[in-house]
């Protein structure tokens, strides 16, 4: 098995599958791309132009060949000769194991197939392969052209090999993999994100506050901290120099306290929607989706330019990058 990963294929082009298409485009990577729908209904258009904007920002004196990439709907030519596959097409097992077996109809079994499925555990995936030992999950976050976080998982026929083949890729391409070890229904990152949103249905729903001030006090509070330092590093600093001991000596008792619903969800009723997407609408001000995407990577661009001056956190990526392009 070669050790590098020329041939990349994605399979589904919505939002996801239109990210990791720019993401490789930005680090000169041509691109085969299937996906049934005409082309000029997909996300892809928007996306390159969304990606455009925030890397002119954020690389200006790189060129980007924006149209490296092939498109079909079918998916035959898209995948053939691929040593990497990456699949994003909607959160059903079912559709996602028929593109499997489209798969191993055509490619070679040194193939990495990697799913993007934010929540479907990789052994279950692997159900209905002849060569499941190749198949991983490779869950982005939006949008991937600017986000580097990618969760890495095996399932229980993974080979490790093909893991580390797609860890050194990714880090190729200035993204930051984390392998998990273990395998567990969405992963990571959603399951931290799911904790947020429930306790934030029931804040909601009792009144305690609206969308638009609830989304303040993560973007004016702890989500500054949290882009710079995480969960337990930004804990390790509330204590002072007793570190994390310390805050948990102080704080662990906190939590047998009945601050929180986690274990409950409030009713998911028409008159819930009703309340919070009329909220939403009202935060909006008018803006529309694409116009409030532009304003996220603006801001993500800002945000790790800064980081990257003090080669913290995100900005790191963003420090090795530059290195990387410099003549």
């Known amino acids: 098995m070669s050790n590098k990963i020329h041939n990349v294929a994605c399979i589904g082009c919505g939002t996801i599958g239109a990210g990791w298409v720019t993401r490789f485009l930005v680090n000169q990577i041509k691109v ?38 092939e498109y079909f709907n079918e998916i035959s030519p898209a995948i053939e000769n691929a040593d990497l596959i990456i699949e994003s097409v909607p959160e059903r097992l079912d559709i996602k194991q028929k593109i499997f077996k489209n798969i191993e109809e055509v490619c070679s079994n040194q193939t990495i197939i990697a799913s993007s499925t934010s929540g479907i555990k990789p052994t279950d995936l692997q159900n209905e392969m002849k060569n499941p030992e190749r198949l991983m999950v490779t869950h982005p976050f939006n949008p991937v052209y600017l986000i580097p976080l990618v969760e890495v998982v095996g399932g229980n026929k993974t080979e490790y090999k093909f893991i580390k083949k797609i860890i050194d890729f990714f880090n190729s391409i200035n993204m930051q993999p984390i392998h998990l070890k273990k395998e567990i229904e969405a992963f990571v990152a959603d399951r931290l994100l799911e904790a947020i949103w429930r306790e934030s249905l029931w804040l909601i729903k009792d009144g305690i506050c609206t969308t638009s001030e609830l989304d303040d006090i993560v973007r004016y509070g702890f989500g500054l901290r949290y882009a710079q330092m995480g969960v337990f590093q930004t804990y390790r600093t509330a204590a002072g120099e007793g570190g994390m001991r310390k805050f948990l000596e102080h704080f662990g008792p906190c939590l047998t306290w009945p601050w929180t619903k986690l274990m409950d969800v409030p009713e998911f009723n028409d008159e819930l929607i009703d309340l919070i997407t009329y909220q939403s609408d009202k935060q909006a001000n008018g803006l529309s989706v694409t116009e409030l995407e532009q304003i996220r990577d603006k801001n993500l661009v800002e945000i790790q330019k800064a980081l990257e001056k003090n080669n913290y956190g995100a900005g790191r990526l963003i420090k090795k990058a530059r290195v990387k392009k410099s003549p």
């Open 32 to 69: 085969k791309i299937y996906d049934p729908t005409p082309y000029a209904e997909t996300r892809l258009e928007i996306v390159i132009k969304n990606t455009k904007r925030a890397y002119k920002n954020l690389f200006p004196n790189e060129t980007i060949n924006f149209k490296n990439f």
